[in-house]
């Protein structure tokens, strides 16, 4: 009686421990499930990456294998060859349905940190009532990226706006020379993971995209001239390639 009573015990445990494990991976289901990486540091080494919608807002989520957001840049006290720590989502999505020129690049979410500048003018994300010193925060951007040899073979870069030039921009562009909008969308950090929810005209446009994710280092040119912002490191991608495999609400 007493091993068939220390049996059922040791059954009704594992149980219990198969049905918490469940619910705890229960957030990570569908969109783009990555092994994790030792040689990434664990608050960037992506997990899984999901976009999905509801209604007219999307959820944009990355899930990392240590505590989301846990890392800031190194402040250097200067613009030119300071680092930007980011989170991003590149997608299909044209560049046009959040303000900028058709086709102008590969439209991309990101989530960043940057301690040397500010770059959300309308914003005071620490709330002291300066909006300009709080680049140090995580805060979401769109930008469009294209491929740039000057930062590095087959390297990208945030698409520069060349001096005199008079692209379409979006209304909450920040005055970067870069194609950069700052809309102001707050990131949600919760243990692994981090969140934006990002409303849209219409979201039929996110709902037909694919998308990917990708851990990085970006980096302000040391003059401060054109290209302005390289991807100077690339931490991770999810699906290893960035292929974009992702499809919303998968």
């Known amino acids: 009686m007493t091993s068939q009573r220390t049996?059922?015990?040791?059954t009704l445990l594992l149980s219990a421990l198969s049905a918490g494990a469940h619910q705890g991976k229960s957030t990570h289901q569908g969109g783009i499930q990555s092994a994790s990486a030792k040689a990434v540091k664990a608050d960037y080494d992506i997990v899984?990456?999901?976009i999905t919608s509801e209604g007219n807002v999307a959820t944009f989520h990355i899930a990392v294998s240590g505590k989301a957001g846990k890392t800031y840049p190194t402040k250097t006290g200067k613009l030119g060859g300071s680092a930007v720590f980011s989170y991003v989502w590149p997608t299909t999505i044209d560049p046009y349905a959040v303000g900028f020129e058709s086709k102008?690049?590969?439209?991309?979410?990101a989530v960043t940190s940057h301690p040397d500048f500010d770059d959300t003018p309308?914003?005071?994300?620490?709330?002291?009532?300066?909006?300009?010193n709080d680049g140090n925060l995580w805060h979401s951007h769109w930008v469009v990226l294209t491929k740039d040899d000057a930062c590095g073979k087959d390297a990208l870069k945030v698409v520069d706006i060349p001096e005199g030039s008079k692209p379409r921009l979006p209304k909450t562009w920040p005055g970067f020379p870069i194609l950069l909008d700052s809309p102001g969308w707050s990131p949600l950090f919760k243990g692994d993971s981090l969140e934006v929810k990002v409303p849209f005209d219409d979201i039929g446009v996110v709902e037909a995209a694919s998308f990917d994710g990708v851990t990085a280092a970006l980096r302000v040119n040391a003059s401060v001239h054109s290209p302005l912002l390289c991807v100077a490191d690339v931490f991770k991608v999810a699906s290893g390639k960035l292929s974009l495999p992702g499809k919303v609400n998968r």
């Open 7 to 10: 049996l059922l015990a040791a």
């Open 48 to 50: 899984h990456t999901k």
């Open 104 to 109: 102008a690049g590969i439209l991309a979410f």
């Open 122 to 132: 309308l914003y005071d994300e620490n709330g002291d009532g300066d909006t300009g």
